[in-house]
């Protein structure tokens, strides 16, 4: 079963900041969480990961709550085609230092992106 | 950033036949995995493809009816064996280990 939870649905405005919850409580402490997203028929794009400091990419910004119980990905400037569903993602089991291995998808979050 | 490349890239095929999917990595990978993806539904795990040795299966999954090879560090095969229509999904591959997994575009299968 998923190790995450997030909101099954959210909306944005065209060239406003999307952030996207997610709730990750029973992560352990050298797990990694990644952030993938899956437009219409393609594969799930790899956005961003991180431990426990805040990451930036040119893609997103992850912000990790101090007790890593929860995280928020932002898209700074959402356009039409960050329409997608988002996946918050933890390995299955810490068997690779916690930098990788086994992801773990929940139900993700379909993000819209409206003009 | 790897780039994968699985095919065929979608088939239709009968009930009781096997179907191949190939996986090629741009680079050489430790980890290769496959996942499922049915009809709606988020991804899900069928096993780790692992390089000279036998596949690590999920649970609910077995090596008969998805049969993994692994040949080198760049190559990976799944075939879904003796097909139903509950096979209809879409099967992807992903690669990784010190990179962060990335994934194909996935082969999309019909059962009849």
């Known amino acids: 079963d998923a190790k995450t939870t997030q909101p099954p649905s959210m909306d944005c405005a065209e060239g406003r900041a999307a952030n996207l919850p997610c709730n990750h409580s029973t992560i352990s402490g050298n797990e990694y969480v990644y952030w993938y997203r899956q437009i219409h028929s393609q594969g799930p794009q790899y956005i961003i990961h991180?431990?426990?400091n805040n990451e930036t990419n040119e893609m997103a910004s992850l912000i990790i709550t101090e007790d890593r119980k929860s995280s928020t990905l932002i898209l700074p400037h959402a356009t039409l085609r960050d329409t997608a569903v988002y996946y918050c993602?933890?390995?299955?089991?810490?068997?690779?230092?916690?930098?990788?291995?086994?992801?773990?998808f929940g139900k993700g979050t379909k993000l819209s992106v409206k003009p | 950033s790897a780039v994968i490349s699985q095919k065929p890239s979608r088939d239709i095929c009968q009930r009781g036949t096997s179907l191949t999917i190939q996986c090629q990595v741009d680079?050489?990978?430790?980890?290769m995995f496959w996942y499922r993806q049915q009809p709606g539904q988020s991804l899900t795990l069928i096993a780790t493809?692992?390089?000279?040795?036998?596949?690590?299966?999920e649970s609910g999954f077995v090596i008969d009816k998805f049969p993994i090879s692994r040949p080198n560090l760049t190559f990976s095969t799944l075939t879904v064996s003796n097909m139903s229509p509950e096979d209809s999904s879409i099967y992807l591959c992903s690669a990784g280990g010190d990179q962060p997994q990335h994934f194909g575009d996935g082969t999309r299968l019909s059962i009849l």
């Open positions: 680079s050489q990978v430790t980890m």
């Open positions: 493809a692992n390089q000279g040795s036998e596949a690590t299966y």
């Open positions: 991180g431990l426990k």
């Open positions: 993602t933890e390995p299955l089991e810490s068997n690779y230092g916690g930098s990788q291995g086994n992801l773990i």
